[in-house]
């Protein structure tokens, strides 16, 4: 692993002043939460009025659910950015799943304007960060009945039924942490969640970045023996999310890059993301079977190049 990137001066300027930036928001909560509260009307607005006016998206409920209720700093994943240079994840995640979503469901039945007889549809797209705090996990009611095919996966949830009319509820999840545990997992940790993974409190995720700090430093100059056996022992108490992270993280002037690392990883496979939850998607469209269910990235080998949403390092320009 590179432990320092070497850089020229104004790209040192700009991850240094990325860090500042960042410090900046996190000390401006109040301004922060009414980016967001704005942001959650911006994007459904922008979902509802983005495609052919003939599709089912016009009379469908879409919602966005930002699980921290306003309190994440890092409004720029929420909502979309007036200036150009900002890039959204997050708004693009919905937009462009939103539009293969619905065309999917033209492609089975076409609304014709009858709100008793056209597709019932629901969606929620929801906004699950790395860290926070005293969150509400978005609960996804995933019924079940003979007439009812479902897809169960940590990406998004679905059930449809056709009977006695064609009735589609979806979530969709943006979770960072299930995002970092898939690239630990393709980079061969041995570990599987036995629950959802939800944000971790600063204080907690504090920790285990000291932990993982000082033993780094520590084993700077030691030989590689030695040092794969720290990390294996770091690996039995750090969350496997977060040992990928701090382990592709890097250094600028003794500044660990983790949640810098984190946005820019994202940044640089959102589309991979994206391309992830089309497959399952068409999937389930496109199955005759009832039940579907994912547990694990490599669960998906046989609909998605994981290759293609594999990071190796993370790139931060």
């Known amino acids: 692993m590179k432990r320092q990137h070497n850089l020229d001066t104004p790209k040192s300027i700009v991850r240094r002043t990325y860090v500042q930036i960042d410090r900046f928001i996190r000390s401006h909560r109040t301004v922060a939460i009414a980016f967001v509260v704005a942001s959650i009307l911006i994007v459904a607005f922008a979902v509802k009025n983005s495609y052919s006016v003939g599709s089912c998206q016009k009379q469908a409920s879409i ?27 997050f708004y693009n995640y919905v937009t462009k799943i939103s539009k293969h979503f619905f065309l999917k469901i ?34 996804f009611d995933l019924k079940k009945s003979n007439d009812t095919k479902y897809i169960d996966s940590p990406w998004l949830k679905l059930t449809m039924t056709k009977s006695p009319k064609l009735v589609v509820r ?52 030691a030989s590689k023996e030695v ?7 770091l690996a039995k108490r750090i969350p496997a999310d977060l040992m990928w992270l701090f382990l592709h993280s890097g250094k600028l002037d003794g500044l660990r890059l983790d949640e810098m690392g984190m946005d820019r990883a994202i940044e640089q496979q959102v589309d991979r993301y994206i391309d992830l939850t089309k497959a399952l998607l068409n999937r389930r469209f496109e ?3 009832t039940e579907q269910r994912y547990s694990s990235i490599l669960n998906l080998k046989q609909l998605f190049d994981l290759d293609r949403y594999r990071i190796g390092r993370i790139r931060y320009y």
Request: glycine share 4%.
């Open 63 to 89: 919602r966005i659910i930002d699980e921290t209720g306003g309190r994440d700093p890092k409004t720029r994943y929420i909502y979309p950015s007036p200036d150009r240079r900002v890039d959204s994840p």
């Open 106 to 139: 033209d492609e089975i039945e076409k609304c014709k304007g009858d709100k008793i007889s056209d597709p019932q549809i629901e969606l929620a797209f929801v906004y699950r960060p790395l860290i926070s705090r005293q969150i509400q996990p978005f609960n």
């Open 170 to 221: 979806t979530a969709f999840f943006w979770n960072e942490r299930q995002f970092l545990f898939d690239q630990s997992v393709l980079s061969g940790a041995r570990a599987s969640p036995t629950e959802t993974l939800l944000p971790i409190d600063r204080i907690i995720y504090t920790k285990f970045l000291r932990d993982y700090s000082v033993n780094d430093d520590a084993t700077l100059s």
């Open 227 to 233: 040092r794969a056996a720290v990390l294996t022992d």
């Open 287 to 289: 199955s005759i079977q």
